[in-house]
């Protein structure tokens, strides 16, 4: 009888020898160390080569990747897709790409990020949904308007409407969809049914925008340049005073407001 038991030690060299033959080389770009994990790597790479001009764009649909090696593992997943004749090229930084689109998100997502910031597009105002995460926190719940995915970070938000198509976004259909429980408002059918699988018996509601300031710990709020300390504010004395004593009454109201209390289940 062939005896089928191995040592422990030879299931080890086995595990590394499958390992080794299904994992890629995570190896650096600019110097061609190689690292166990793509973490090891990515850390490496940032750390001991800040200056580094790899970089990696998708040409199929503009993503960026920190490591050849992921880029290339990314790259098999569009192997069915098919290539334009005419490549699309990026006029700031001569990235070329085979779709207008990819092009675009490459844009937007490199090149116009600051931009962005100082100039933020329309987003859907928070819901009067709240949510409760792992920790306890209170958190506000943000829906896409266009498909219905739920988020409880507006940039996040932001990041994932910018994947749907300009006409999607600017085209404001005549008749729009409202949820009666959290007052969140629908661009079509098909993403007001998507939100309504995201309530759950239970769920926690505040009354109005004022109660949804007071109860949520943090509050996701576009851009405010008047926020922002000056640098005046840094050496004249009580130059921030007041935004200081702005910062600081909000827990005190929260703690004297019994209407922050008052979250209504549905």
Known sequence: MTNILISSEQREQQAAA???HDEPAWQCDSC???????????THKFKMHPDSSAKHFCPYCGQQFPLRVCFDLHVK???????????????DCGAVFYQDKAREYHYKSVHCRSVSIGQPKFC???????????????????YCHLCGSEYTVK???VRHLERHEPAERNTVPSDMIRCNRCTSVFYNQRAYTAHLL?????????????????????????LDLTRIPSA??????????????????RPAERADDTAAKSVRAS
Do not use: M
């Open 18 to 20: 499958a390992h080794d």
């Open 32 to 42: 061609s160390e190689s690292f166990p994990s793509v973490t090891a790597a990515i």
């Open 77 to 91: 997943s569009h192997s069915d897709e098919k290539v334009s004749s005419e490549e699309a090229a990026c006029s």
């Open 124 to 142: 859907p105002p928070p819901s009067l949904k709240i949510d409760v995460s792992q920790s306890g926190e209170l958190r506000s719940c943000y």
């Open 155 to 157: 940039y996040n938000l």
């Open 198 to 222: 995201r309530h759950r018996e239970g769920d926690l509601f505040v009354s109005t925008e004022q109660q949804r300031l007071q109860v949520v710990d943090r509050v996701d709020q576009d």
């Open 232 to 249: 005046l504010d840094r050496y004249v004395p009580g130059g921030g005073a007041a935004r200081t004593a702005s910062r600081a009454k």
